[in-house]
């Protein structure tokens, strides 16, 4: 059974049907919602909403390991991963959606591991490719079969949020090799690979980045809700095509 991290709950799981919430606990404290069990195109299916039943958690206040442990204890295959983020070159303009294969981690403060007790083993997982390759290639070639336009790699840059980049953070960001700029893939994606779990994520760009394109004053709040909303619907659609075909990938 795969999970789907979702930002929340409308458009993005337009084909889920939902058969029973599940509130689960966890050593690190309750993930951000009740795992939702359903199915897509006929397969099971968790998802965890990663902000909230409301929407009303923040991305550096999401508690990433309890969702990780939520889903781990499920029993996971993998995860699929939805987030928005802004775009950083000239071609990954709003509505674009993408499959990163890379990551930059720019938070602090955030719980980050599990390995964080004085247990006289230090624990170094590999990290060298974030991203399940597996997953990445079958998010693909589904999105060819739906006939989905998608950008294959992508670096993705973590900021710590809330509050969004300055023009220059940007500009770092880009001479660091990032094309993409978000708030919740780390520690996420890290948390994950040290449980084990194949991890590969969708990204939605719903902006230029801060001082770029038409954020080059400023970043329209707005504008950020109404094109996540768009590109939902095609991700729906990316995800049935994903979870029909996954024994056949
Ligand atoms: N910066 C950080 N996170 C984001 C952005 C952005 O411009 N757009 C959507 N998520």
Known sequence: MFAIIARSRPASLAG????????????????????????????SVVVLLRHGDDHEI????????????????????????IATVGGMRDHLGPGTLLIPDQVIDYTSGRAHTFYDTDDGTAHHVDFTWPFSENIRRRLLTS???????????????CANGPRLES??????????????????????IAL????????????????FAAGLGDSAQAVAHDQL?????????????????????????
């Open 167 to 188: 023009a220059a953070e940007i500009r770092r960001m880009q001479r660091d090799g990032c094309d993409v700029v978000g708030m919740t893939g780390m520690p996420e």
């Open 192 to 207: 994950a690979r040290e449980k084990g779990i194949p991890y590969g994520a969708i990204n939605i760009v719903v902006n």
């Open 16 to 43: 889920l049907t939902i058969e029973r919430r599940v509130h689960v606990d966890t050593p690190y404290g309750r993930p951000s919602a009740p795992l939702i069990y359903g199915a897509i195109a006929g397969k």
């Open 143 to 157: 999105a060819r079969n739906a006939g989905i336009r998608i950008e294959d790699g992508g670096c993705y840059g």
């Open 225 to 249: 809700l109404e094109y996540g909303r768009t590109a939902m619907v095609t991700v729906a659609r990316l995800l049935a095509t994903f979870i029909e075909n996954k024994e056949k990938a």
């Open 58 to 81: 923040a991305p550096h206040r999401v508690n990433y390991r309890a969702n990780i442990q939520a889903l781990y204890d499920a029993g996971v295959e993998g995860i699929v991963a």
